[in-house]
């Protein structure tokens, strides 16, 4: 998909930039052929205005006022009306006769002018080969602009000049053939500001034409082609481009600005729907993409999820779990891999429980043949001294006997408390759940030791409760919680035979109640840690090994969790969470209840 949006980006944007400059290179070619067709208008009236001042110049009436005016006191008002009839008869704008000395004669434009000055038209030039020029001229109407011509009429050492012309506005504008989206406009240059009213196109002033004023400005201070932008609206579309072109007059002065815009909104247009067929087809390939993206994610992930959901299951306990998935590709041999070590682990398992059950007899074979064996010696001895006593010496055998069977008693009773202490781990019960303070029952096990933590003959240990407040209820076994912290003090007091510290805590974390225990015996080394809580194991010289294999089962039986760390030399702490509210009873171990049924049969 990023690929697709940076594909079709790409491709939208080369195309707008491709788009973008033919529309520059069309518009500079539409605004060259309008300026070309501007110079080619400009041209062809500059030469109609100059062969019709010539033919003005040349016509028998011209002559005969130059011929009359040539003459000594001659009476000049005779032809103050002749200049409006000839320029109305030849098509000129304006039209002046002006004498030798510069005054005007006659005028078209401003009749009232008769006697005034025209002084440049007597300057030393040769009117006959400078054609025609752009001149402001004053008028009855105001300043104007116009294409003007000069022709003299030479008699004697006189001269007669003909100076006619047409104006330059609106009408020369509406001449020119404009292509689509383009538009001529002409600055007037008639005041020494700017003036919005002197900015005219083919009908006339233009709207808004203060926007103008900057070019115009740059014109009349740096004369030469330049190019602007005006964006009329927010709309981009809105957006013209002018080129402007000074039109100067006989003496360089600038007297008039073309200016050509080219409208944006066909570019602009353009671009945007190639903008939105860009969005369309990155949204088509978006969709196509999120299900293209579905469909291959599907039938990859499908697999996957079933992979981790037999994942789970094997992790649950449930080992026989298969995973039902077909194909030859890498998901796949996955599967197959996944099905081929739960398998595996199956007949690991089985080998593994069959090992620790015969690992499991031949601890208790060794138990039972370790613990028995004391008992076994005393009997097999009294009765061998019953049976010489009864052959040997039958006077004697009464006393030897009722010795005998006191110590047979006695022996018979160490067997039957051996026998009874592997029964009871054997007969763990299923804990009974109720409504139970740990801090009740703590206090309750501490009061029952109270006399054997200071009892004569050996060295005091000190308890410290350190109980949390508030503590919530949990749902436990008294009897049985009670029993496991029973072994725990014993067990931490068999670890500190020189007396020491005793401390016991509980508090509350995270939905469970943790019980701490701790003392400052002689600790455990790294490798005892590690099997304090297998049956039938002990460091100590007499004992079963059964006391923590007890508490450690009793706290599963809670789903609780109990964990031991020590340091030598330094002491021993257990610690144990209790969950609130117990998920569901914790099955007894299998090797133990097996235990339990061969232990009823010795």
């Keep these: 998909m990023l690929a697709l949006l940076l594909s079709v980006g790409l491709v939208t944007a ?4 491709a788009t973008r400059r033919a529309f520059d290179e069309l518009n500079r070619q539409h605004t060259d052929a309008l300026v070309e067709q501007f110079q080619r208008e400009y041209d062809r009236r500059g030469h109609e205005v100059l062969n019709r001042v010539q033919g003005i110049a040349e016509a028998e009436p011209t002559v005969r006022m130059a011929i009359d005016l ?31 000395d510069g005054s005007i004669i006659s005028s078209a434009e401003w009749s009232a002018r008769f006697g005034y000055k025209m002084e440049w038209v007597t300057q030393k ?31 004697g050492d006189k001269d007669l000049y003909v100076v006619g012309g047409e104006r330059l506005g609106k009408e020369f504008l509406a001449s020119l053939v404009l292509p689509e989206n383009m538009r001529a406009l002409l600055y007037l240059n008639l005041d020494p500001a700017f003036q919005p009213p002197n900015l005219i196109d083919s009908t006339g002033p233009v709207v808004e034409a203060e926007r103008f004023e900057p070019i115009i400005e740059r014109e009349r201070t740096h004369p030469g ?6 964006n009329w609206t927010f709309d981009a579309a809105s957006a013209e481009i002018f080129h402007s072109i000074p039109k100067l007059g006989r003496q360089n002065e600038l007297l008039a600005v073309l200016l050509i815009g080219n409208s944006q909104r066909t570019v602009v247009t353009l671009q945007r729907h190639i903008l939105w067929l860009a969005i369309g087809v990155a949204a088509i390939g978006i969709l196509f993409g999120l299900f293209l993206s579905w469909w291959a994610a599907a039938r990859v992930t499908l697999p996957v999820r079933r992979l981790a959901a037999g994942a789970r299951e094997v992790s649950d306990g449930n080992w026989n779990t298969r995973v039902a998935v077909r194909g030859n590709d890498e998901i796949g041999q996955l599967a197959q891999s996944f099905n081929r070590m739960t398998q595996e682990l199956v007949d690991q398992r089985e080998r ?54 006191g110590i047979l008693l006695a022996e018979i009773e160490n067997l039957k408390t051996i026998v009874g202490r592997f029964s009871d781990f054997a007969k763990m019960p299923q804990p009974e ?14 009061k029952l030791f109270e006399a054997q933590f200071s ?19 949990i749902q436990a076994d008294t009897t049985l919680l009670h029993r496991a912290i029973e072994n725990l003090i014993l067990n931490a007091m068999d670890a500190m035979p020189a007396g020491g510290i005793l401390m016991m805590r509980t508090t509350q974390n995270d939905g469970n109640v943790d019980f701490e225990i701790s003392d400052t015996g002689v600790g455990l080394t790294r ?34 969790r109990i964990s031991v760390e020590s340091e030598m030399g330094v002491g021993t702490a257990f610690h144990v969470e209790l969950p609130i509210k117990p998920p569901h009873p914790q099955a007894t171990p299998v090797v133990v209840e097996e235990v339990h049924e061969k232990k009823v049969e010795v």
């Design 433 to 446: 759940l109720g409504p139970v303070d740990l801090n009740d029952i703590v206090r309750n096990v501490v």
């Design 70 to 100: 040539s003459r000594p006191n001659a009476d000049i008002s005779v032809y103050v009306n002749d200049a409006r009839g000839v320029a109305q008869s030849h098509q000129l704008d304006f039209l002046d006769f002006v004498g030798t």
């Design 225 to 230: 082609s330049l190019t602007e932008k005006i």
């Design 352 to 405: 593994l429980i069959q090992a620790e059950r015969v690992a499991a007899w031949r601890e208790v074979a060794r138990r039972l043949a370790h613990e028995l064996k004391n008992p076994l010696f005393p009997l097999q001895t009294t009765v061998e001294n019953l049976q010489r006593a009864s052959t040997q010496n039958p006077d004697q055998f009464e006393e030897v006997f009722r010795e005998s069977t």
């Design 14 to 17: 080369g195309v707008t930039v």
């Design 125 to 155: 030039e040769d009117w006959a080969t400078r054609g025609s020029f752009l001149m402001k001229l004053d008028t009855q109407d105001g300043p104007a602009v116009a294409l003007m011509a000069v022709a003299a009429v030479r008699v």
């Design 455 to 473: 009892a004569v003959g050996r060295p005091p240990i000190t308890p410290e409760l350190h109980l949390g407040e508030n503590l919530p209820t």
């Design 527 to 560: 490798e005892e840690a590690d099997r304090i809580f297998t049956p039938y194991y002990t460091t100590k010289q007499h004992g079963t090994g059964l006391g923590l294999a007890i508490v450690q089962a009793i706290v599963a039986d809670h789903s609780g």
